[in-house]
């Protein structure tokens, strides 16, 4: 996503700027007239990286920009690098405090053509191989393991002689983990046992069914249990957590829908699950449906909540269902877990076209996501819901499917929902069933207060402790009445 850097701090009740030596607010741009795209990586250990793809081309591929900056946003320096074109940021993972490996790939990791960088953040030091794949295979995510690196998708067996040729750091090993064909991973997790954990869901025979699939750091190959759940539970999306007892638990959404399904972006879910994982088993899988939840018909329209308590108020089944993105991330309190996950729906209009012929015919033109309502709620380690809260969202449309509220816990026990939007903070605190206070904006200023024309794009990120990056595009005319395109970063903090 495109974006530049600004630096503001703000309060829950009060927004103040975090200023830089010489009184202004810390603020970094970045002109838009030479970028095709942009991306920005907030590392948890207090670097951010932003990776720029420039509209420059090159005879040696596609040109891209590295800038990596400290936690005070100073910017410690660049790398350039060349890539095929329509390669994109696929993914990238932490190696302990000071390396990331990134991984670039084509749409969706189809093909499992993919470049791998390592970079040391401190020294700027980076390698990179590159990868080529086959027809068949599908590159879905990395993961890391102490000294080692996962390379994870389907049909990757034959990547392993060019992989066997990369040079790597003393110590530094590559695993290809290549899952069954017709299978999906769910969640992937690191404990702190220094185990390596994967869902996978089959979606055909023999290999239909959810499997968890361990790799310990001693192991020299995977380990393989199936996981039996209840009938007619089809599991949609998940999330891997390590529990507070050193146990795993497997969170997320699922339906009870038979026969083929929809892909995930037009999937709808009828309720949550919470199972505890032991010796490779489930010792309890919990479902709620949401129908059982306190606030959720709130976020429905009128006449669909006012039907669906009618039915309930006569002892019949009700099934809501969603479209919903969970997010990847949760909130610990004490022994309960805080579920996110935002409600969306897909938009389109129709244009009408003429054939050869001179006959009419109309298209189908996809609009984008809106996101609707943001939905958190709480539930104990047996997976028993404890409540459950949400906050309207009106203005929010994207076209892919990614996290855009930001949800954190305060030490009261509330939980503030956010999202930026047109130069304002939007915010909400809840604490269990009940609102702390309401909806409330908060405008955000740019450097010199200069005149934003217009902004899109708009997202917030969590950064590190209470730090938060705002972005986007902004055409801003300045005091010298000159225009500018530029991507921002803005840091935030709620105190």
């Known amino acids: 996503m495109p974006k530049i850097l600004l630096v503001f701090v703000l309060l829950i009740a009060n927004y103040n700027l975090v200023f830089s030596q010489n009184n202004n607010p810390m603020r970094i741009e970045v002109s838009s007239n030479k970028i095709e795209d942009i991306y920005s990586i907030p590392m948890k250990n207090k670097y951010f990286i932003i990776v720029e793809h420039m509209k420059k081309r090159a005879p040696k591929g596609e040109h891209w920009v590295f800038e990596v900056f400290d936690s005070k946003m100073k910017k410690k320096g660049n790398k350039t690098t060349y890539l095929p074109r329509d390669f994109y940021l696929f993914d990238y993972k932490l190696l302990g405090d000071t390396v990331v490996w990134i991984c670039f790939a084509e749409n969706d990791g189809k093909n499992a053509n993919f470049m791998l960088f390592r970079l040391d953040l401190n020294t700027l030091f980076m390698k990179h191989a590159y990868i080529k794949g086959s027809r068949k295979s599908r590159l879905d995510r990395i993961e890391v393991l102490n000294n080692k690196l996962f390379i994870i998708g389907d049909h990757l067996e034959h990547i392993s002689d060019q992989v066997n040729e990369i040079i790597m750091p003393n110590g530094v090993e590559v695993v290809i983990s290549s899952f069954p ?210 906050m309207h969202i009106s203005d929010i449309r994207s076209y892919s499917l990614q996290e855009n509220i930001l949800v954190f816990p305060e030490v009261d026990s509330s939980i503030v929902i956010a999202y930026y939007y047109n130069g304002h903070i939007i915010s909400k605190s809840v604490r269990g069933n009940n609102v702390v206070f309401k909806k409330t904006e908060e405008k955000i200023e740019t450097v010199f207060q200069e005149n934003v024309i217009s902004e899109e794009l708009c997202h917030i990120e969590a950064w590190y402790d209470k730090y938060f990056i705002l972005s986007g595009h902004q055409i801003v005319i300045g005091r010298n009445s000159k225009k500018r395109k530029v991507y921002f970063f803005n840091l935030v903090s709620f105190d």
């Open 181 to 390: 064909e017709y299978s999906s991973v769910i969640s992937s997790v690191t404990d702190k046992h220094n185990v390596l954990s994967v869902i996978v869901k089959g979606r055909k025979d023999p290999e239909k069914g959810l499997y968890l699939y361990e790799y310990s750091e001693n192991s020299s190959a995977f380990s393989k249990s199936k996981l039996p759940v209840p009938s007619g539970i089809n599991i949609i999306d998940g999330n891997l957590i390590e529990g507070s007892k050193g146990d795993l638990l497997f969170m997320g959404t699922y339906n009870t829908q038979s026969g083929r399904q929809s892909t995930n972006e037009n999937t709808t879910v009828e309720g949550t699950y919470l199972g505890k994982i032991n010796n490779s088993s489930f010792t309890f899988f919990k479902t709620n449906t949401f129908s059982d939840f306190r606030n959720v018909y709130s976020t429905l329209d009128y006449r669909t909540a006012i039907k669906a308590k009618q039915k309930q108020s006569k002892g019949k089944d009700v099934k809501l269902s969603f479209k919903l993105l969970v997010h990847d991330n949760f909130i610990k309190q004490g022994d309960n877990y805080v579920m996110i996950a935002e409600s969306y729906y897909p938009e389109y209009h129709y244009e009408n076209n003429f054939d050869n012929r001179g006959y009419m015919y109309q298209t189908q033109v996809f609009d984008g996501y809106n996101t609707s309502n943001c939905i958190v709620a709480s539930f104990n380690d047996e997976g028993n819901l404890l409540w459950d809260n949400y």
